[in-house]
Every structure is written in C-alpha cells, then in structure tokens.
C-alpha cells in the first residue's frame, strides 16, 4: 500500500490528495495516510527524516521508492497509477502541463506564499502589511498571464485536466481566500474572467471542492 505523509491542511499534501483522488485511490484502501508537520510533530523524527531530509511534507512511500516534493509525487503518481487514461499522455499536453508546474512552484507560489504565511503565521504584531500587500499584488500580476492563457483554452495544457491544473487550483484557491479573509490587508483582487471560468470547470468537473482547504482562519 501506498504511504503519505502530511496533514491535508497543506496545499502542497493536497496537491497528491486530489492527483490521488482523480486517479480513483482511496484513503484508507489505496494508500496509507499519516498526519505529519506543524502541530502534528512527526517531520522531525529520525524515522521521518531517513525518508525526507528535509523534514517537510508531503513524503511519498511506494514500496522500495521514497520522494518528496509535491509536483514530482503527482508526476510519478500518473506515470504509475493512471490506467484508467484520466490524465492526458500526448507530448504536447504533457510538457504543456509541466511548464505550468515549474512556474507554479518557481514563480507563482514564492510571490503568494509571503502573504500567506504573513498572514496565517506570522503574530499580528510582527506582520509587515506593506510587504504583504505588495506580494498579493506580484501574485495577482502572475495570475494576469495564466488568465491569458485561459483565453483560448480550458485548461492549462490545452482542451483537458492535466495535472498543472491541480497545482495552480490551489495556489488561486488560496489567492482568493487571502482577499475573502483579509480584503483590507491585500487590497483589491482583480477580476480574471478566464481563471474564474476555469475555477467552475474544476469544481463541476474534478475533486477540487473535496480537496482544498476552504478555511484560512485555523493554523496551518
């Protein structure tokens, strides 16, 4: 059986809960999962770090095969688990797809992680409200160009589901919800009727309201 390690709070855990969800793997008979990171405790067992030293999660058991690394998970997870043809194969949709996930996870989370965790993490007291609203705008300015490309099709790698779509779902999920919650601390969120069209595909269409996290208000 596979074996997960992390809390379904974290948007990078999530990102392998929906992968695994969409290939029809389920918690409990599919695979294995233990909470682990912040309140949980657990990443920094020597246990855990002889999986992952970096003591962060996710951590991603399969047999003799250990990775870290959300992105990577979900790669090896289709290349392994998708029988059933639910992620497309071309090589088209594939690098379309990857390019998504390194900007994702290169460009696009570092701007949006600093008002999250500003936010989320950080006492009120120490917060830096300028730092964190300009973050919010950079990211806003990053969504700008997947709008774009939304423009023309309805999802990130062309006419289907890929997962690129899973992990920029999460990072705009979160985009939103930061405005939602604290709409005084991030200033205006811009309208992208592009991405907003794309939200309703993956939540009609995908596990996307199963899998992320709806609340900003609880420690992550």
Request: hydrophobic residues 40%; contains cysteine.
């Amino acid at each position: 059986m596979l074996r997960l390690w992390g809390r379904k709070s974290s948007i990078n855990v999530q990102k392998v809960l929906w992968c695994l969800a969409e290939l029809g793997l389920e918690e409990g008979k599919d695979f294995e999962r233990i909470d682990a990171g912040l309140h949980f405790g657990v990443n920094r067992t020597p246990e855990f770090l002889k999986l992952n030293p970096n003591g962060l999660v996710p951590t991603l058991e399969d047999g003799d095969i250990v990775l870290w690394e959300s992105n990577t998970i979900m790669r090896y997870l289709i290349r392994q688990y998708d029988k059933q043809g639910r992620f497309p194969s071309d090589v088209a949709s594939q690098y379309g797809s990857e390019k998504w996930l390194d900007w994702q996870v290169g460009s696009l989370w570092p701007a949006l992680r600093a008002p999250f965790l500003g936010l989320t993490r950080v006492p009120e007291n120490e917060r830096n409200y300028p730092a964190i609203k300009k973050a919010y705008e950079d990211s806003s300015n990053l969504l700008g160009l997947l709008d774009i490309a939304l423009a023309n099709q309805a999802y990130c790698s062309g006419q289907h589901f890929n997962i690129g779509d899973i992990a920029l779902g999460l990072c705009v999920g979160r985009w939103i919800l930061l405005n939602e919650t604290f709409p005084e601390k991030t200033g205006p969120r811009p309208s992208l009727k592009n991405i907003d069209a794309w939200l309703k595909r993956l939540e009609t269409e995908t596990d996307f309201n199963h899998i992320a996290e709806k609340k900003l208000n609880i420690v992550k």
